[in-house]
C-alpha cells in the first residue's frame, strides 16, 4: 500500500465526469472530420487550371521530337529535337559533307503566351544572333513558321508524311526570285 500513497483516489462522480468529457470532445471531432470528407466528397473536381493547358499548342508539336536524318550523295543532313521543359523544346541541325560539318545551327522551339516560336542561331550568319519565326499554320500533318523580315527563309515548314517521314522546307526570295529547299528526313530515334 506505501506504493498507492502518491495516487489520489477519484470518486465515480469525477470519473463519470471526465468520461463525459472525452466522450463529447471526441464527438465534436468525429463530427469536424465527417463535415470535412463531406464537403470534400462534394465539392466539384477543380477545373483545369491555364497553368494546366498553358502549353497545349506546343504540344502538338511533339511529333518533332527524336532525331531525323537524310542521307544525300556525299552527305548526311541531320536534326534532333528534344524536350527542355513544358514550353520549349531544343534541337540541333547539322550538314556533313565527307568529313566536314558544313552548317550547324542551334534550334529552339518556345511557346511565349499563346504564340510558338522557332527560333534558329547560326553562327555564321546574322552576327550569331537568333532569328524568330513565328508558328503562321498548323495542322495534323504541317507546321509552317514565317517571319517577312528576315532576307531568306522567308518560311520554314515541316510536313509530316507518316510517323518516321517528314519533309522540312525553307522558302523565300533571293533577289526577287522565289527560291525554295527541301530536305526529306526519316525518323532514326
Not at 531544343?90 to 565527307?98: H, I, L, Q, R
Not at 518560311?155 to 507518316?162: A, D, E, G, M
Not at 522558302?171 to 526519316?186: H, L, R, T, V, Y
Amino acid at each position: 500500500m506505501e506504493n498507492c500513497r502518491n495516487f489520489t483516489i477519484l470518486s465515480p462522480v469525477t470519473v463519470s465526469f471526465l468520461l463525459l468529457q472525452i466522450i463529447q470532445y471526441m464527438k465534436k471531432s468525429i463530427y469536424s472530420i465527417s463535415l470535412l470528407a463531406i464537403i470534400a466528397c462534394n465539392s466539384p473536381a477543380p477545373k483545369p487550371t491555364e497553368q494546366t493547358n498553358r502549353y497545349e499548342q506546343l504540344a502538338q508539336s511533339a511529333r518533332l521530337l527524336g532525331s531525323w536524318q537524310n542521307t544525300f550523295e556525299g552527305g548526311t543532313a541531320s536534326e534532333s529535337w528534344e524536350q527542355q521543359n513544358d514550353s520549349s523544346y531544343t534541337g540541333k541541325s547539322f550538314v556533313v559533307v565527307g568529313k566536314d560539318t558544313v552548317s550547324s545551327e542551334s534550334l529552339l522551339l518556345q511557346q511565349k503566351g499563346s504564340d510558338i516560336w522557332y527560333i534558329p542561331t547560326v553562327k555564321e550568319q546574322n552576327n550569331g544572333q537568333a532569328v524568330p519565326f513565328k508558328l503562321t499554320s498548323s495542322s495534323n500533318n504541317q507546321l509552317v513558321f514565317e517571319n517577312p523580315e528576315h532576307d531568306f527563309p522567308k518560311k520554314i515548314s515541316y510536313t509530316f508524311i507518316s510517323n518516321d517521314s517528314l519533309v522540312a522546307e525553307i522558302s523565300g526570295d533571293i533577289n526577287g526570285e522565289k527560291k525554295a529547299e527541301q530536305f526529306p528526313m526519316k525518323r532514326v530515334q
